[in-house]
């Protein structure tokens, strides 16, 4: 089993940066893919970048150019580091993770964490 607590959230102005972690523990090696999600008000939650265990990176193309994803395997952690932020980027981020153990998928949510963008 794993677990996923993220922080790093917060209000920030148009054009700001922001940086969040999430910590994973438990059952490490058996996860494959982390990356991150985002959800708005009365949107359904949506990709925003993944990586894989070997370090390539997927993004959805709103935050291309925009935001980096990292991952750090010794200290079982991702990151994701946003740039030149705008008002729509606002909305609840949800750190994510799946493992495989043979023909079975296990997927992993943390408890969100708040990125509110003022005009």
């Known amino acids: 089993q794993v677990q996923l607590v993220e922080s790093g959230g917060g209000l920030v102005q148009a054009g700001g940066s922001l940086k969040l972690s999430c910590a994973a523990s438990g059952s490490i090696s058996s996860i494959n893919d982390m990356g991150w999600y985002r959800q708005a008000p009365g949107n359904q939650r949506e990709l925003v970048a993944q990586?894989?265990?070997?370090?390539?990176?997927n993004y959805a193309d709103f935050v291309k150019g925009r935001f980096t994803i990292s991952r750090d395997n010794a200290k079982n952690t991702v990151y994701l580091e946003m740039n030149s932020l705008k008002p729509e980027d606002t909305g609840v981020y949800y750190c994510y993770a799946y493992s495989i153990f043979r023909t079975l998928r296990f997927d992993y949510w943390g408890q969100g964490t708040q990125v509110t963008v003022s005009s």
């Open positions: 990586i894989t265990s070997g370090g390539t990176s």
